[in-house]
């Protein structure tokens, strides 16, 4: 009985241990009371190169153990793991022990430079990557980073310069942070490091659920990105992915019903653990029951129901539209018909806009617990009107908008620099009027945003200048959403350039490589965000139509 077995089994595998698996947990290569010497997200081996192991011969080598050596197994294995035990499940598909027969990424990363962790579209995400670094590889036993300061934007704020971190407190010594000062571009380094290249031309051959939460504040592009890999070689129909309310790793504790303030009125993540996730590995590793799972399972957040697509993104019900940017901040569905008409502002790396409300946490082991799990459900008023953020509104809804399926963000802008970051992020506002919970009358939900280095609009593996005063195209991928936006509400998109710490700030001086940039590169830059009808920024997205 799980309640017997601990805390563990008891909680997050409560609705497995009662089935009666064989549970087995295991260190990573190097970690804690592991072997052998730890690497950040190793890459598969090449024996050219005269690598023998990686972290599938690590898999295979223990599930042959455990057929070996555990007593009362009937000889298939199952593998789940969140976050990089997602990845480290990934990595066991590689090339799959014969006893595997079933497996579940959670949250997996595909790519740390193009949109998981450790960076997005070629900027690095500065306070995760710090943070994270600082605590894995500080030994065998994590150990997180202590700032002086309970505010993270200041204290990062006073350190400056990337070259400083490693200055003053790496000396040399965070394998992983050296990576990312030598390797700033989409080198061979990270693309040996993406997962889904791995699996091109590779026929699906264990059952594979991949689980993903919108609000995902470290792998959301992972998922999706690998889900969609997989799809492309499932001929057996055994590839699925089911997308929650959730934020990283969420579906696995508490009842899902609510994320920071945002009310969900169903408990998601035990019903996921309880009607899909058991039910899942119980038909392939004990032939129990039957399955119903769609190709995709979605919970839609605003209506608060689980749609079953089959197929992610959505190839039926949806149609592509665009929501324009017009004079006096207003978004519509029409083109603009003005000639050069656009909106500036400045863009100072001195004072940057914050990701959140300050005071910013520390992300692990602060004196205030963290709270960057629901870092994407804060309300974004806090950067609501600032000078150096556009905000766009369509006007009140008549009738719900539900958005099913990629989102892009097409921008026609120029800077005075010669670099610049673009972030864009798609917002819900409620009603001002709110009875069913008045404190959240005018609340601004991000549904989802990311941003984009300007220096790569031309590929990620050799970044250049941005012609100055001149107006330049850019694509900023939103990845997905599946969002009902309820009659009464309004949508919002907000446009700015510095998002910090949770971004490292861009010089908007073009530097060949940031992490050497001085004091002198990081300048005051103005930008102009174009809304004519030879420049017609806008969003780019999928409205169902039935």
Do not use: C
Not at 58 to 75: E, F, K, M, R, S
Not at 343 to 348: A, E, G, L, R
Not at 402 to 424: E, P, Y
């Amino acid at each position: 009985n799980a309640a017997n077995i601990g805390p563990r089994l008891s909680n997050r595998y409560k609705h497995l241990a009662d089935e009666g698996y064989i549970f087995v947990f295991q260190d990573i290569r190097g970690k804690y009371k592991s072997d052998g010497t730890f690497m950040m997200i190793r890459p598969p081996r090449d024996p050219a190169r005269g690598e023998q192991v990686d972290e599938t011969t690590d898999t295979n080598d223990t599930i042959d153990w455990i057929l070996a050596n555990v007593p009362n197994h009937n000889g298939r294995v199952g593998m789940v793991g969140i976050s990089y035990g997602g990845w480290l499940t990934m990595m066991a598909l590689v090339d799959p022990h014969p006893a595997l027969k079933a497996a579940s990424p959670q949250a997996s990363p595909d790519d740390m430079y193009l949109g998981d962790d450790f960076h997005h579209n070629g900027a690095l995400r500065l306070s995760y990557g710090f943070e994270y670094v600082a605590n894995l590889e500080a030994g065998r036993i994590s150990e997180p980073f202590k700032f002086d300061r309970l505010d993270t934007y200041e204290w990062f704020l006073r350190l400056g310069g990337l070259a400083n971190a490693d200055a003053r407190y790496f000396k040399g010594k965070r394998p992983t942070w050296n990576d990312f000062a030598t390797h700033t571009t989409f080198d061979e380094f990270w693309r040996r490091r993406k997962v889904s290249p791995v699996f091109a031309n590779k026929p699906v051959t264990v059952p594979t659920l991949t689980v993903a939460g919108w609000w995902d504040q470290e792998d959301f592009y992972g998922p999706l990105t690998i889900y969609q890999a997989l799809e492309k070689n499932d001929s057996k129909g055994i590839n699925h992915i089911v997308i929650g309310p959730w934020n990283h790793g969420g579906w696995s504790r508490g009842d899902g019903s609510s994320l920071g303030p945002i009310q969900f009125h169903s408990s998601t993540s035990p019903w996921f653990r309880e009607t899909v996730e058991g039910p899942w590995f119980a038909y392939w590793l004990k032939d129990k029951g039957k399955l119903s799972l769609p190709e995709a399972l979605v919970f839609r957040p605003g209506s608060n129901t689980w749609q079953r697509h089959d197929a992610w993104p959505p190839k039926t019900g949806v149609a592509t539209r665009q929501l324009y940017f017009h004079p006096d901040g207003r978004l519509d569905w029409t083109k603009p018909a003005t000639a050069q008409a656009f909106d500036s502002y400045v863009s100072d790396p001195a004072r940057p806009v914050p990701y959140r409300q300050r005071p910013i946490y520390p992300l692990y082991g602060g004196k205030v617990p963290s709270t960057w799990s629901i870092w994407q459900v804060d309300d974004q008023r806090h950067s609501h009107l600032r000078p150096d953020v556009l905000s766009y509104e369509t006007d009140v809804l008549e009738e719900d908008v539900t958005i099913s399926g990629s989102v892009l963000a097409k921008l026609f802008a120029s800077t005075t620099g010669t670099d610049a970051d673009w972030i864009v992020k798609l917002i819900d506002v409620y009603p001002e009027s709110y009875p069913a919970d008045p404190k959240m009358g005018g609340y601004q939900l991000m549904v989802v945003g990311d941003v984009f280095r300007a220096r790569f609009r031309n590929g990620f593996e050799k970044p250049v200048p941005v012609p100055a005063n001149r107006i330049t195209p850019y694509t900023v991928p939103l990845h997905a959403v599946d969002y009902t936006f309820l009659k009464g509400h309004r949508i919002m998109v907000q446009v700015q350039s510095t998002w910090f710490p949770l971004i490292d700030r861009n010089p908007q001086k073009f530097v060949p490589n940031i992490f050497q940039a001085r004091d002198a590169d990081y300048v005051k830059a103005t930008h102009r965000i174009y809304r004519s009808a030879t420049a017609p920024s806008h969003l780019e997205v999928s409205v169902v139509t039935r």
